[in-house]
């Protein structure tokens, strides 16, 4: 059974960082692309950054998080990351890992298996 378990969330002071982490089982996640996704209160999901499978080289990043966010992923680990610097409040909101087959948008529909999702809160 395919399973997607977000962890490294919690509550950060603006200006600081975080590492949320993406474990995936029942399959090997070096197949596919993961994604990383957050929807923030009274919002629709939105991508956050999206890396292809081991085999491509098209990695995405909203612009919003250019230059602050960068996803990894450790095949040994079965794992995807998320690093996130600079944190901003509007930063917040819950962050979910997805497995797709592919992507060509970085966008929520094109993913199929998701995570139950982490909360992620950038507040003073």
């Known amino acids: 059974q395919l399973q997607l378990v977000e962890s490294g969330g919690g509550l950060v002071q603006p200006g600081g960082s975080l590492r949320l982490s993406c474990a995936a089982s029942?399959?090997?996640?070096?197949?596919?692309?993961i994604g990383w996704f957050r929807q923030a209160p009274g919002k629709e999901r939105e991508g956050v950054s999206c890396?292809?499978?081991?085999?491509?080289?098209?990695?995405k990043y909203a612009d919003s998080v250019k230059g602050r966010f960068t996803i990894s992923r450790d095949n040994a680990k079965n794992a995807v990351y998320l690093q996130m610097n600079n944190l901003k409040p509007e930063d917040t909101g819950v962050y979910y890992c997805?497995?797709?087959?592919?992507?060509?948008?970085?966008?929520?529909?094109?993913?199929?298996?998701w995570g139950q999702g982490i909360r992620v809160t950038v507040s003073s």
């Open positions: 029942g399959f090997s996640s070096d197949l596919h692309a």
């Open positions: 997805a497995a797709s087959w592919g992507f060509y948008y970085c966008s929520a529909d094109e993913f199929q298996y």
């Open positions: 890396i292809p499978s081991s085999s491509g080289t098209m990695t």
